[in-house]
């Protein structure tokens, strides 16, 4: 089964593999990436996205989410790459991450990556049948009709509430002071707020709450109607401009400062010569001991 997405869209895509129970894999191309859905009798098992696309990777999402040091992400990549492993079983038989942990972003995984598929509006999709068995460190397998229930209100409802924030990069952070019911949150927003001690960030805030960017973005923008969290626009890198700007005072102020001592040696060479010269020389001696000898 293959075809053009712009003839079958993505929706009936997934409701035919599932309503007919099949397995195998369904690659879905546009905007030059390629994901590939693992579906096990009708159900999705498992994601592999484009490997250009590193941000919806398993390994950046986890080490975006604190679980991983960028060092730590690179050793696991090499050991994967010797021994075969997936990276979620790695770092389970690693003791990084729990069984429990690593089904919830394996799911956080597929969502993202359905979510993406389905903004695609020209592209290609192949599915090719054969036996799919799940995962053993994977969670349960996903009905693809739930998950698309969630997609169809990804795609009517995201650009609005983002439309609410800075239209670029921006930062989130708590109002201080505010008193809080934790019990009147959703469990999305709860989820969010307790994340919010972990970054500035909004993505690495959703990725260490586990939400995807709808689900993240629809907490925030609850949580300021409640006016419980302050956004500001930020200017990508300005931190290191500002870092930048601090180290050129510094040196500038050492270099005025060496300039400084420069000048007051050189005055300081400068009178002793003319002390040596002038007040030191045999005509300045020999008037002085004529006035010694005088008085």
């Known amino acids: ?49 484009d490997r250009r696309e590193s941000r919806s990777l398993l390994g950046t999402m986890l080490r975006d989410a604190g679980y991983l040091t960028d060092s730590e992400l690179k050793r696991i990549l090499a050991s994967q790459g010797t021994g ?46 054969f036996a799919v068995r799940p995962p053993q460190w994977g969670g349960e397998a996903i009905r693809p009709e739930v998950l698309m229930m969630e997609g169809m209100q990804f795609l009517d409802e995201y650009p609005r509430i983002r439309g609410t924030f800075p239209p670029a990069a921006f930062r989130v952070t708590r109002k201080k002071g505010e008193r809080i019911d934790p019990n009147a949150f959703s469990g999305e927003e709860r989820i969010l707020w307790k994340a919010l001690d972990f970054s500035e960030d ?68 400068a009178a002793a010569v003319w002390i040596h010269r002038g007040l030191l020389s045999h005509v300045a001696s020999g008037t002085f001991m004529g006035w010694v000898d005088f008085f």
């Open 202 to 269: 909004p993505g690495r805030v959703f990725r260490k709450a586990c939400l995807t960017g709808f689900e993240g973005i629809k907490a925030l923008a609850a949580l300021r109607e409640r006016g419980l969290i302050e956004v500001s626009s930020a200017v990508p890198g300005d931190r290191a401009v500002a870092a930048q700007r601090m180290r050129e005072a510094i040196a500038f102020r050492r270099r005025f400062e060496a300039f400084t001592m420069a000048l007051w040696a050189a005055a300081g060479v």
């Open 1 to 49: 089964m293959q075809g053009k997405i712009a003839d079958f869209g993505i929706p009936d895509i997934f409701q035919l593999v599932s309503s007919q129970a099949k397995s195998g894999s369904l690659a879905i191309s546009g905007n030059d990436r390629v994901t590939i859905f693992l579906f096990s009798e009708g159900r999705i098992v498992d994601v592999q996205p």
């Open 84 to 129: 075969g492993s997936k990276i979620g079983q790695l770092l389970v038989e690693k003791g990084k991450i729990s069984k429990e942990v690593l089904a919830r972003y394996l799911l956080l995984q597929i969502k993202e990556c359905l979510f993406e598929v389905l903004t695609l509006r020209e592209g290609e999709y192949r599915f090719e049948g």
